[in-house]
């Protein structure tokens, strides 16, 4: 059964630097496309980063990342902003090409980790 288990959020200060790590079981997902979105109360859930493709608001601030050996996706978040603030979650595309930014081409979520940015 596949699985994605989310960690590293928090508090942070406007301007500070947060990494999420996701990491995954179940398969093995190094032919896999792994993103993550966010989310913030009475919104849907918005697109923020697969492969080298980000969305504007966090383009320059953001990096994702992965390590295959360890079945994680990473994302490192600096200069962080107070619009930042969302339930981060992780996502897996079981497909090896990037499709796109679509919440349906994902099959498999984590259950989210919340990031408040805050002074």
């Known amino acids: 059964q596949v699985q994605l288990v989310e960690s590293g959020g928090g508090l942070v200060q406007p301007g500070g630097s947060v990494v999420l790590s996701c990491a995954a079981s179940?398969?093995?997902?190094?032919?896999?496309?792994m993103g993550w979105f966010r989310q913030t109360p009475g919104n849907e859930r918005e697109f923020v980063a697969a492969i080298s493709s980000y969305t504007d608001s966090v383009s320059g601030r953001f990096t994702i990342s992965r390590d295959d050996a360890k079945n994680t996706v990473y994302l490192r978040m600096n200069s962080l902003k107070p619009e930042d603030t969302a339930v981060y979650y992780c996502?897996?595309?079981?497909?090896?090409?990037?499709?796109?930014?679509?919440?349906?081409?994902?099959?498999?979520w984590g259950q989210g980790t919340q990031v408040t940015v805050s002074s």
């Open positions: 996502a897996v595309d079981p497909n090896p090409y990037y499709r796109g930014r679509r919440p349906t081409y994902y099959n498999y």
């Open positions: 179940g398969h093995t997902f190094k032919y896999f496309v």
